[in-house]
Structures are given as C-alpha cells and as structure tokens.
C-alpha cells in the first residue's frame, strides 16, 4: 500500500483477516477496517484482537451477503439483516453497547462515503 502512495487516497480495508500489524499499517494510512461475520467465529482470535483494538473513529461493520454469515448462522446464506450480530459480538469483545457501535459505524460511513445520503424508510 506503502509503495502505491495509498496514504493519497481514502479506503476502507474490506472484510479484514489480517493482524494487528496490517491494520496500523492501513490506519497508518488514512484507511478504515471493516469486519465481517468472519469475527464471530471462534477460530477469529486473531481478527478478535484487531477489532478490539481499532480505533473505533475508523472501524466498520459489514455483512459480505451472500458470504460469511456470522455465528449462529455460519454455513449459510448471509443477509443484511445478520450485520447486526456482527456489530453485537464487536461491542462484546469491547464492553460497550452496540448502540455505540451502531452510532460510530454508521458515522464513520458517512466520513468515508461523503456522496453517501441517509435512506429514509
């Protein structure tokens, strides 16, 4: 990322597997990290120890439907309804409330995707 001048524009590191060195290296960069249902399972340690220690100014939460439906629903077709349980089983592993995650996520969204506008439902 270093070498493609990736510090010049602003991203998102999608549905993160790596550890906590790439994700500083990609905060280090201007990107934000988002995790997937990936993080609910119980062989994610790894993932588990990066969302916990993402800023959360720069983290988001994400579904990846069809793929990587989180617990209790892995091995089966995932939905946007499941980037809930994503965001619940992140605000576990932190101690704070999901609305928090909610919030600073659905915040960070808006950072990162200016053009973006709120859907009225």
Wanted: charged share 20%.
């Amino acid at each position: 990322m270093r070498d493609e001048n990736a510090a010049d524009v602003c991203g998102v590191m999608h549905c993160f597997t790596e550890n906590w060195d790439a994700a500083k290296q990609a905060l280090d960069l201007g990107f934000y990290i988002s995790f997937s249902g990936i993080v609910t399972f119980k062989s994610a340690t790894t993932i588990q120890v990066v969302a916990q220690q993402v800023p959360l100014d720069r983290m988001l939460v994400e579904t990846d439907a069809p793929y990587l439906a989180p617990v209790p629903h892995r091995g089966k077709q995932n939905e946007p309804a499941y980037v809930k349980l994503t965001a619940e089983y992140i605000a576990q592993l932190r101690g704070i409330s999901v609305e928090e995650i909610a919030e600073q996520t659905t915040n960070n969204f808006f950072t990162l995707f200016k053009g973006a506008t709120h859907a009225h439902v």
